[in-house]
């Protein structure tokens, strides 16, 4: 590179065509906080100083960023961070990115949570994001909830512990296949519960294949795909969730934006009541929240 396409605004300019160019949409804003990421500035400092140069390793190193965006690899695992309910959470490959819709389901779970301590499980945890951020906003409440996390992905449990020890979140993260961690040798319950949490994998199997291909492409297919119907993961949750909530304990889920009437009628043939959902700020159908009441 010649002195001027070391320049921070020069690198940002080229960023930017070769993202536009590999249809990236939000191309110029990526460009930017890459730029952000590697030379640890603000955009502020950075808009002020456009004329610095870079030295080699840097602009080397945001260039090999920006080409690797350019193939779809999604953003939050190039970075290796992303912010949910304003915390950061770390992000690596083979665990799902937390989204922002995703907020819902934990705002949801602190405005029914009682007015009390309590015990909540987050079910399908991936970076552990919904239950430490429950967890730290309950204890901003004043509670002291005891939270577990669940998942049956190694490299997520990983992540999780990762994400619970950077943030000093006080939960107990567990292996397992759904509940099986919480049944003793006869199946029967060893926990119970008063908020289970989840968002778990309910893409239809044929659709995976229309996503963005930043997610079909790269992110795990263990925690996108919900069989043929994308339903698989509500029926296990919903027959097994009654027999480890208390007495009108709650049940919140995030669903897909046309699931709505499948996941009520798989939660009240389990004997859910109280079943209402929530939308997301694109007007989409996204939380459900039920009780099971005896």
């Known amino acids: ?30 460009a930017r906080h ?22 080699d390793v840097t602009a080397m190193r945001y260039m090999k960023a920006i080409k690797k965006r350019a193939t ?17 959470f770390n992000c690596k490959e083979n665990v799902l990115i937390p989204r922002f819709d995703t907020e819902n389901l934990v705002l949801k779970a602190v405005e029914l949570a009682p007015e009390r301590n309590c015990i909540a499980l987050d079910l399908c945890t991936g970076s552990g994001c919904i239950g430490i951020s429950y967890k730290l906003m309950r204890e901003d409440d004043g509670f002291n909830d005891e939270v577990f996390l669940v998942d049956i992905s190694d490299d997520a449990i990983d992540l999780a512990n990762e994400n619970a020890k950077k943030l000093d979140a006080d939960v107990t993260i567990v ?4 509940f099986k961690a919480f049944k003793d040798e006869e199946g029967k319950p060893t926990v119970s519960f008063d908020m289970i949490l989840s968002n778990p994998p309910y893409i239809k199997t044929k659709e995976i294949y229309n996503l963005l291909k930043d997610v079909r492409d790269f992110e795990p297919r263990l925690a996108l795909d919900g069989a043929s119907d994308g339903l698989a993961f509500y029926r296990i949750i919903a027959s097994e969730a009654k027999q480890f909530l208390v007495p009108g304990g709650y049940l919140v889920l995030e669903i897909g934006y046309d699931q709505y009437m499948d996941v009520a009628e798989i939660l009240k043939s389990n004997g859910f009541k109280s079943i209402k959902k929530q939308k997301d700020m694109s007007g989409l159908d996204r939380i459900v929240s039920a009780r099971y009441c005896i």
């Open 1 to 30: 590179m010649t002195h001027d396409e070391k320049k921070m605004g020069a690198l940002i300019n080229k960023g930017t065509k070769i993202l536009a160019d590999a249809f990236i949409e939000n191309n110029v804003a990526e």
């Open 175 to 178: 292996k397992s296949d759904m």
């Open 34 to 55: 890459l730029m952000m990421i590697y030379r640890d500035m603000d955009l502020a400092t950075i808009y002020a100083n456009l004329d610095e140069e870079l030295d």
């Open 72 to 88: 779809h690899y999604p953003l939050q695992y190039i970075t290796g961070f992303t912010y949910f309910m304003d915390y950061e």
